[in-house]
């Protein structure tokens, strides 16, 4: 029996070198770089006369901007996400179960759509400044929705659910143990969050919080409705007005550097934790029942951001899809139905190739252990920190290239032009997904990996498991709530995604976020009110299932 | 665990079957007449396309998306398009697809006929199936048309406070001022434009909104296109808003004019069809269709424009050359961040 299973670890160590070399994530990285240096390449021959135009106008301002909305959505979206993770996982309050689910909902929301329902609600010509109106003489006090203050809150909200779902899962994954024996040593519960459970979350909700920030930077919808210009603004000022696609690279390609900047300092955060998961599944953190005074305050903090963020909106479009009703084409349903059939397509295969990409990237990084493979894990996140329109540049050049050549090898073979394949296909559209996404699922798998003990895996090793039994039999049920976080965030973000699908998407290929885009783009409300609605409808079924799986009730 | 598991097996058949649904997509249709048009005017388009597809039988395929990425995507597909037809809302977008060399000459006798030349391009590979005008709106409990006279008189200080206008970001504010600098040189524009600034004029990137702020009460002139009012009035007779045509007096260049343009791209493959496609777009029929979707001016003379925007009255237009506003652009946007506007 021993020299047998001494033969197997030999024989095994020949097989197992591939991947203790950074070469898989060093492949799986090109393949979701390569359409962003296809772009950023332009940063190599700076165009010094617009750069220095811009530096002596707009750039200042829109690094101010930017800075403030990393800064305001940073904090509101951990503040927020935390706090109420927190309550629904270690306390019972009345609507505690559906609470737990109600409060993703909000991700359900593209930004853009909650930012034009807040401004048409809220905006001078908008039903609650035209009520007070008439009843009040002077509505100086009233804030000005079109800010960057209003920027800050409507991003706030709709992306504070990132944190809420990671920092959820971060609590969730944590032993009751450690917080259990705290809790019978008398520490108070504020002590126990502080000193334990935020800390062994850290990663989860550092993840989050960086996601959150990413989607704000590169928002540019939302911030146009807004009168906000940053970064993600100025690089479609440059492409359009200026019409210098390089230069509008070029500041992308700097936007992206600073991302990277932020992704290693996040990583940094994250190294400070020194906790680790050992057992198989944990047991989740045992709820305090709150009485009283406390439990009504808590179940009314809960429905205070639900409704503020998911509701009114919700309800706002539903009051503007009835006043459309009447204009509605008797085929209306058959074309919606079919549109959000593409959508609900793309999200799928979009999620299923970007999980499983992040999944292999994660966990070759984690057993390479080396300095390089590790950068290349965060350089393959990159693609979250880059506006949508500029990855679908890069991969309209891309592919119409790979297009060219093999259309040149065809004719070289004798044969007759086959015309473009990949451009303006769903294989494009699928993998400009990939790359926009890929720090969605690649984040949520590896703050899930980066907890589980080292020991586990070189226990496994030394045993003989060859690095994907590691991964298939071992990690996998330990970060399947990482795994399944990281699907559902992928799922949404397609749903919403706008500039890219608009770009690379197939002849006649619509889906509701492109639908919803042209209406408010002409300001026609209740036009994009119902496709609007059968977005959040589409989005909230998975969020709902998924989550309902993984419930901390359950155990 | 075996919850998991059970989710497992559900997701793989979710993927099995979707990745049948996707390879179907791939499947060929029948072969039937087709013209691919991208287009980033999309509103109120299929009706047009689909009753062309009932005289014809050629169908319409399209696909939406912004100017630039439009322009982007022709030029990287280069010879492989599928796209044979290109239609823009801006003239600008229309030389810079002659800069790129992404269309073709459009050989008809038929749109020479039905487009007069000043609405085409020299060497015919564009032209305009609608006019859109740029002028001044305002509100007449609070604005007397005769206190109302050019763009460039918003710049007077006696506007401070009052002025609704559009962000520097978008092309309807970067074609106006490229206008202004071919009637006035740059150096006299930007006086003008930092006079706008310095009125510290509301800035909407929506003209609708611009048009509801002001009937709300908010500021009392605003700078928009005709037919975002047409667009209101017609839902709502009584809205409160008038149109005054710009810079009408002796001497003055009349107002800014912009189009709703078509061009034919260089590697059409269906270029039959697509000549047919314009062709129709430029005739009464067509004309009238996609004019009165939108409340713009045909282009063709010979087509009455819809009855609400027919009311606005007669005016004159600036008799620029279309093609200004895309070489312009830069120095436009440029003008514009100088000043300080945003
Ligand atoms: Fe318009």
Known sequence: ?555 | MKNFLLNKKWLILIFVVLTIAVLTTFLPTDKEEVVYVYTARHYGIEPVFIEFTNETGIVVKHTTASDAALRERIKAEGRHTNADVYITVDAGNLWLAVKDGLLRTIESSVVEKNIPANLRDPENQWFALTERVRTILYHPDRVSPEELSTYEALADPKWYGRLLMRPATHPYTQSLVASLIVAHGEEESEKIVRGWVANNPTLIDSDTRILETLAAGKGDVAIANHYYLGRLLESNPEFPVRIFWANQNVGERGAHVNITGVGVTKYSKNYQNAIRFVEWLSSPRGQKLFADSNHEFPANPTVEPHSIIAGFGSFVRDPINLTEYGRLQGAAVKLLNRVGYR
């Open chain 1, 1 to 555: 029996m021993k020299s047998s299973s001494n033969g197997f670890i030999k024989s095994n160590r020949y097989l197992n070198w591939l991947p203790t070399l950074p070469l898989v994530p060093f492949l799986v990285a090109l393949f979701v770089v390569l359409p962003v240096i296809v772009v950023a390449s332009s940063l190599f021959t700076p165009n010094r006369e617009i750069w220095e135009h811009l530096w002596s106008t707009i750039l200042p301002e829109m690094t101010r901007n930017s800075i403030m909305l990393v800064v305001g959505v940073g904090f509101g979206t951990l503040i927020l996400g935390v706090s109420l993770a927190w309550l629904v996982t270690a306390y019972n309050f009345p609507g505690r179960n559906t609470f737990e689910w109600l409060l993703i909902l909000p991700m359900a929301i593209p930004t853009y759509i909650l930012g034009f329902v807040y401004m048409a609600t809220f905006d001078f010509a908008g039903p609650v400044q035209t009520f007070l109106r008439s009843h009040f003489d002077n509505l100086a006090w009233f804030p000005e929705i079109r800010s960057g203050g209003g920027a800050i809150l409507v991003m706030t909200l709709v992306l504070y659910p990132y944190v809420y779902l990671l920092a959820k899962a971060g609590f969730q994954e944590q032993s009751q143990n450690y917080i259990d024996s705290a809790r019978t040593m008398g520490y108070r519960p504020l002590k126990i969050f502080f000193k334990l459970a935020l800390p062994l979350a850290r990663p989860s909700i550092a993840a989050g919080v960086l996601l959150a920030i990413m989607e704000a930077l590169t928002d540019f919808a939302t911030v146009r409705f807004f009168n906000f210009p940053t970064f993600s603004d100025g690089i479609l000022r440059i492409w359009h007005g200026l019409m210098d696609l390089p230069a509008a690279s070029e500041l992308a390609g700097l936007v992206a550097i600073f991302a990277l900047i932020l992704i290693l300092g996040e990583q940094t955060l994250r190294g400070r934790s020194r906790f680790f998961q050992s057992t198989g599944k944990a047991q989740g953190i045992s709820k305090i029942s709150l009485n009283g005074f406390k439990a009504w305050i808590a179940t009314l903090v809960c429905s205070l951001v639900i409704i503020i963020s998911f509701f009114l909106p919700v309800a706002q479009l539903f009051s503007w899809t009835l006043l459309e009703l009447g204009n509605l084409d008797a085929n209306v349903f058959a074309v919606y139905t079919e549109f959000a059939f593409n959508s609900i397509k793309l999200s799928f295969l979009a999620a299923i190739f970007a999980t499983a990409i992040g999944l292999i990237l994660a966990s070759a990084i984690r057993s390479s252990k080396s300095k390089f493979g590790f950068f290349l894990g965060k350089l393959a996140t990159i693609g979250y920190a880059i506006p949508g329109a500029v990855i679908g540049v890069g991969i309209i050049l891309l592919l119409s290239f790979i297009d060219h050549s093999l259309n040149e090898v065809y004719i070289w073979l004798g044969g007759t032009a086959i015309g473009l394949v990949f451009t303006g296909s769903l294989i494009g559209l699928i993998y400009a997904y990939i790359v926009r996404f890929m720090a969605v699922s690649f984040n949520s798998v590896d703050s899930s990996l980066q907890k589980i003990k080292p020991n586990v895996t070189s226990a496994a090793r030394v045993l003989g498991a060859n690095q994907w039994r590691v991964t298939w039999q071992i990690h996998l049920p330990l970060i399947t709530p990482g795994i399944f976080v990281g699907f559902i965030m992928v799922f949404v973000d397609v749903m919403k995604e706008l500039p890219v699908t608009a770009m690379l998407r197939p002849f006649g290929y619509d889906t509701l976020a492109v639908w919803v885009w042209q209406m408010a783009a002409e300001s026609i409300w209740t036009g994009a009110a119902l496709p609007a609605l059968a977005i959040v409808a589409t989005g909230l079924l998975p969020v709902y299932i998924l989550t309902r799986v993984f419930s901390s009730s359950k155990s």
